[in-house]
């Protein structure tokens, strides 16, 4: 067993934030633009505020249990071993819909707007060319992947960057609606309904997956107990202060902005703030962050079914297998590369829907996770620790699960029954074999590559 090959510590800070930012794509600000906007009642800044205040408790309560189990699994495991197994293993199981179905999402939007740049060539070449490209990228390596990454994280920011710079250069020419830089109104919203901002707020939350996904990659990461935590902070407060930014600047410089179609709406406004010039360089920049967002969503689906083929939840020898050479769970990438075809057959919604659910679900068992491990097993209870283990995953775990169900009871029924399909699936296993978790990996040794 000491002579199996196991995935290579290699991965430091920098190179963890870029991997959570690209699997986060920034600029799924502008692609979710025209739905959040409705969802929101137009009030962007409060529904990213608030939106952030959930993620930033539930950011905390994984930095936690990171340092506990500073292993691939992520929710799964830190709910396995917190509170149950089986708990653990419904979460896990619902956590796959969110991790399985984020390569597709990316693969469909890199299709829909290749296919808008060359109406040509249908969506299914491009889902089948993209779903190639991201197999032998991830097979190489993950310091391969962390690099790309970090190159379209770059480009995202500056994109991003440029954008707002346009929209203050109309502020101070007076091309705006608003003639000042400095202004309260987007903050404030006296005439749109809370139930709205909250309802818009729940949906955001899907703009800032990425950092939970880094946790996944804890056995590659050098020091993960110092590295992840750090490096979770980071990109929520990255990802906040740009989504923010954003919001602000076009809710005070085109405060009656409109539009017809939600799914084009962030096109409409990069043309209004800077024409033919800015509308054609977020095509491209676009088009290559969707590209990177699939090659980290990988990375991270094909580390959790590593670690669920490990503890045999999985069967073992195709799940836990790692290749000699690259270092990569090969078997798991082939995997995902096949079932992400699916991408030539579901709409973006359904894909998007499956996400919802299953991020939502697993950020509210690693908030109460905390609690299990550090409040109640180890009685961590003074008053400071109280207020750590106790006060803070309790306000994580209430707010994202008010937030889970505000989801459409749509997306509910079909979480409700993928749950019921694990559910099954563990009861037949328990049942035709022994328990399911036949060692105990909480104190992991990975040697270096």
Known sequence: MNNQPALSKSLKVYQIVFLGLAWMTPMIFFTVYGVAYDAAGGQMVLAYLIAFLAIFFTAYSYSRMVKAYPIAGSAYTYTKKAIHPRIGFLVGWALLLDYIFSPIIAILTFGIFMHTEFPSIPVYVWVIVMNIILALVNIVGIKSVARISGISVVVQILFISLFCLFIIKDIATGQASS???????????????????????????????????????????????????????????????????????????????????????????????????????????LIIATFTQGVSSVTSVTRFLYALGRESVLPQKVFSYIHPTFKTPVVNILLVTAFSFLGMFIDLNTAVTFVSFGALTAFTFVNLSVIAHFYIKLKKRSFTETILYLIFPLIGAAFIGWLLTLLNKDTLLIGVAWLTVGFLYLFVKSRLSAPFVKRDHSKVTVPEK
Do not use: W
């Open 179 to 285: 003639s000042t830089l400095f202004s309260l109104h987007p903050f404030l919203a006296s005439d749109v309904p809370f139930t709205t901002i909250f309802s818009g707020a729940a949906l955001i939350c899907f703009c800032f997956l990425g950092f939970d996904a880094v946790t996944t990659m804890a056995e590659e990461t050098i020091q993960p107990e110092r590295t992840i935590p750090k490096a979770i902070f980071l990109i929520v407060c990255i990802a906040a202060v740009m989504y923010i930014a954003i919001s602000y600047f076009t809710q005070i410089a085109y405060p009656g902005f409109t539009f017809t179609n939600p799914d084009n709406a962030a096109y409409t406004l990069v043309k209004l703030v800077g024409g033919n010039l800015l509308s054609s360089l977020f095509i491209t920049v």
